[in-house]
């Protein structure tokens, strides 16, 4: 029994040591990230935009989605949607999610 108590707190400790390990990596990617897509502007060209984005953070999904689309809604750090209108232009601030 007691064996079993001590490979039980050592799974443990090994899991709650990456959680925290894999949270803190995570926040610095998305605060490393998220300055690209600031610059972008309403208004802008949305095709211009997604490639600027993509050139800048090649290991981001970047979308180019229409104003209304359906979408999923979960929340994906490693995406960024850039809404645009019928005519091309930016509609909403990228963000990633």
Do not use: C
Not at 36 to 47: C, F, P, T
Request: charged content about 25%; glycine content about 6%; hydrophobic content about 40%.
């Amino acid at each position: 029994m007691n064996l079993y108590l001590t490979i039980s707190l050592l799974l443990i400790l090994v899991v709650a040591t990456y959680a925290m390990e894999k949270n803190t990596v995570e926040k610095h990617t998305v605060e490393k990230h998220t300055e690209a897509w600031k610059n972008v502007k309403v208004g802008a060209d949305a095709a211009g935009s997604v490639e600027a984005i993509k050139s800048a953070h090649p290991d981001m999904r970047v979308f180019q989605v229409p104003e209304g689309s359906m979408m999923t809604m979960d929340f994906d750090e490693n995406r960024i949607r850039v809404f645009h209108d019928d005519n091309g232009l930016v509609t909403r601030q990228p963000k990633t999610g």
